[in-house]
């Protein structure tokens, strides 16, 4: 299983890029490997990523380990906050 992040290089939101660079550092820092998908090269990514959540109006980043569903930033902020972020990462 591989450990995928749908995050866009193109925000107008602060708080979306701050919350991708967390989880990014996050997977950087533990050596955890992981692939990107930038949604804002390709809208077909975009939606892509919206399928895969069920969600037709979600917003990066979400993650997924493998075909997985993992979750968005605030799954991730949860699971930090519990002490179980590889339970997120479903590791």
């Known amino acids: 299983m591989s ?3 749908y995050y866009s290089s193109v925000s107008g939101s602060r708080e979306v890029k701050q919350h991708q660079g967390e ?3 996050f ?5 955890i490997k992981y ?3 930038d949604i804002s090269t390709s809208n077909d990514a ?3 990523m919206r399928k895969k959540v069920g969600n037709p109006s979600a917003m990066p980043p979400q993650v997924f380990n493998g075909d997985k569903y993992c979750g968005d930033y ?3 902020f949860d699971a930090v906050e519990e002490g179980k972020p590889e339970a997120f990462f479903k590791l």
């Not at 997977?27 to 050596?31: G, I, P, Y």
């Open 46 to 48: 975009k939606e892509q």
């Open 23 to 25: 989880i990014l550092g």
């Open 27 to 31: 997977l950087d820092s533990k050596k």
């Open 35 to 37: 692939f990107t998908v």
């Open 3 to 5: 450990i995928t992040v």
């Open 74 to 76: 605030q799954k991730f």
